[in-house]
């Protein structure tokens, strides 16, 4: 792989909100090994391809935090329904768009089909295109959860499992697939009539077995915890990412604020507001959202963010795109709720999505920022989202998304099948 010179850039290396009019970057291997003003960059005689940004924006890749790459962008009721061949190449397809949307790692929160893990697999190959990703597999739940709600029963597509051992069974089936991620389900969802937010659906001893259990086995745990008393039991018992935090009341604000080194939240805020926005083509009318609480969800999200950044929280960006209200290739929609919905500068909202996440998404700390040493993922955007980030969801202006020092461009073309390495589109 000849070495790349990426200059004449509008520079974000994502480390702080600093945005550096010229800008150079020199990836080698794979890896960058010079991110920063053109002015200091020495360039040591190697032999390089040279490309001339022509002022366009470089910034680290981003990271969805929350993705079910085997949605296939369908209505929730006939999400996963598609027999298993048909269901990988939906997922095959999902991971190339996700790439082309300038995302270049992602974090599995549940594969029903278990899919997750071989396509994890065939992107580190290079048989197919993909961001990097944190593998899952099936949800794990309990009797009466909101995950039994969904598909119910242990030959299904999720594991229910009750009591701490056949947790620990759980867990170690997960292990034996080669999981990166265990997903669990502490409470419920609005649209579930025996399992509400706010309903614990796990005991603590339940917790601590699948929590413990999967770091004993080099897995991370990953839960749906919409309510104070849920975040407060993935807190409790070493949660590493909690989705959505919903409802946060200061005793949850103070204990994720202590343990803010290692732990990460992600509001998935997309889902509550293209329920309101588009429930109607689901068969759910908004005042009917409403009525199930899901107006007043997204308002207390609002405020439960507002006391996480207070509290200089890890906020991750990602939740639950893939149905037809909220389709793969959307992904960048929840930087523009970050700063509508959030107060969020758009900077600020940047480093949510890239440095932030590149924490979440990979724990030797090599993606996430441009600095040297660090993976060379990078997206080079023909516009400016340090002043507004919504040029992000227009897919013509990702002029190209750089995964390990390999150029790909053209993904969100009509033939993406073919990646064009070290090459791009001027």
Known sequence: MKPMLIHNARLFCGVDEEVIDDGTIWVMNGFVRYAGPSVDFRHDGTDVEVYDAEGKFVMPGMTESHVHLSYNNAHPQQLNNQPLPLAMLDAVENARVLLGSGFTSAISFGSAQGLDVPLRDAINEGRVCGPRLAASDRDLGSTGSNADGTFGGDESKKIIADGPWAIRKAVRSLA????????????????????????????????????????????????????????????????????HANYLDEEAVAMLEAERHRIFVGPGIAWEISLLDKGAQLGLPRDAMEQRGYQREVDETIASVKRLRESNVR??????????????????????????????????ALLCATRDGGAAANTEGMV?????????????????????????????????????????????QSNPYVAQENTINK
């Open 176 to 243: 034996k697939k080669r999981c990166d991620i265990v997903k669990i389900f502490l409470d419920g969802e609005a649209l579930n009539e025996y399992a509400p937010p706010g309903v614990l659906t796990y005991s603590d001893e339940e917790v601590d077995a699948a929590v413990s259990e999967a770091h004993i086995r080099g897995m991370r745990v990953v839960c749906h915890s919409r309510s104070a008393a849920a975040v407060k039991q993935a807190v409790r018992f070493g949660v590493d990412i909690i989705g």
């Open 315 to 348: 906020v991750l960006v990602g939740g639950d795109y893939g149905l037809n209200i909220t389709p793969h290739g959307t992904n960048a929609k929840d930087l523009e709720y970050f700063v509508d919905l959030f107060g969020m500068s758009n900077v600020e």
């Open 368 to 412: 996430g920022t441009l600095e040297d040493g660090k993976y060379a993922d990078l997206v080079i955007v023909d516009g400016d989202p340090s002043v507004d980030v919504r040029v992000l969801q227009d897919h013509d202006r990702i002029v190209g998304v750089m995964k390990a020092g390999i150029m790909h461009c053209g993904l969100m």
